[in-house]
Nanobody, 114 residues
Framework: QGQVVESGGGLVQPGGSLRLSCAAS????????MAWYRQAPGKQRELVADISSGGSTNYADSVKGRFTISRDNAKNALTLQMNSLEPEDTAVYYCNLRPALLIWGQGTQVTVSS
């Protein structure tokens, strides 16, 4: 079963930007819907955005217009560009398929605070 490794998180001020990356190992994921999820302290993991093999995207209402998901099928990679970050975006961010068929990675912590 494939594994994923997320990176790119950090501490950023409100209004700032971050770019998250996900590298997947194992078999090609090019035919699957890939997705970013996040889990804030004390809350359930939620879907942030997903992207089909053909590039069609969907976003949670809370991030529409601020986040952009993209993928590189040749590299088995997924990216999340996050702009205009808000304190409510603070969470651990994970990548996986949709549905989440892969073993969850460690995630990458995003903290938005002044």
């Amino acid at each position: 079963q494939g594994q994923v490794v997320e990176s790119g998180g950090g501490l950023v001020q409100p209004g700032g930007s971050l770019r998250l990356s996900c590298a997947a190992s194992g078999r090609s994921l090019s035919t699957y819907v890939m997705a970013w999820y996040r889990q804030a302290p004390g809350k359930q993991r939620e879907l942030v955005a997903d992207i089909s093999s053909g590039g069609s995207t969907n976003y949670a209402d809370s991030v529409k217009g601020r986040f952009t998901i993209s993928r590189d099928n040749a590299k088995n990679a997924l990216t999340l560009q996050m702009n205009s970050l808000e304190p409510e975006d603070t969470a651990v961010y994970y990548c996986n398929l949709r549905p989440a068929l892969l073993i969850w990675g460690q995630g990458t912590q995003v903290t938005v605070s002044s």
